[in-house]
């Protein structure tokens, strides 16, 4: 079992930054490959970033990429997600979470632990 628990969301004009951690707990941090998505009001839940168990791959949406980065910290058991430029259309919920294949996936279907979610929100 893994815990995940998201952190730093918030209010930010677009523009502004923000930088979501998620701490894991359970299991050996260093086995599992992460994801973000988020979730918008009315829509679906849709894939934002993911990062391989060594940090070696990640992989980003079209709608993030160049302005969002993905990282993690193994000893700290810790995944962050910078996100720069950040504009209305990213005000979402956003999740964490954990596959236990250490390969880097874009699909929600193949991750196994899932955070709470924090919100963010973007004003214009």
């Known amino acids: 079992q893994v815990q995940l628990v998201e952190s730093g969301g918030g209010l930010v004009q677009a523009g502004g930054s923000l930088r979501l951690s998620c701490a894991a707990s359970g299991r050996t941090f260093s086995n599992y490959a992460m994801g973000w998505f988020r979730q918008a009001p009315g829509k679906e839940r849709e894939f934002v970033a993911t990062?391989?168990?060594?940090?070696?791959?990640?992989y980003f949406a079209d709608s993030v990429k160049g302005r969002f980065t993905i990282s993690r910290d193994n000893a700290k058991n810790t995944v962050y997600l910078q996100m720069n430029s950040l504009i209305p259309e990213d005000t979402a919920v956003y999740y964490c979470?954990?596959?236990?294949?250490?390969?880097?996936?874009?699909?929600?279907?193949?991750?196994?632990?899932w955070g709470q979610g924090t919100q963010v929100t973007v004003s214009s």
């Open positions: 990062i391989s168990w060594s940090g070696g791959v990640t």
């Open positions: 979470a954990a596959r236990s294949s250490g390969g880097a996936a874009t699909s929600s279907f193949t991750y196994n632990y």
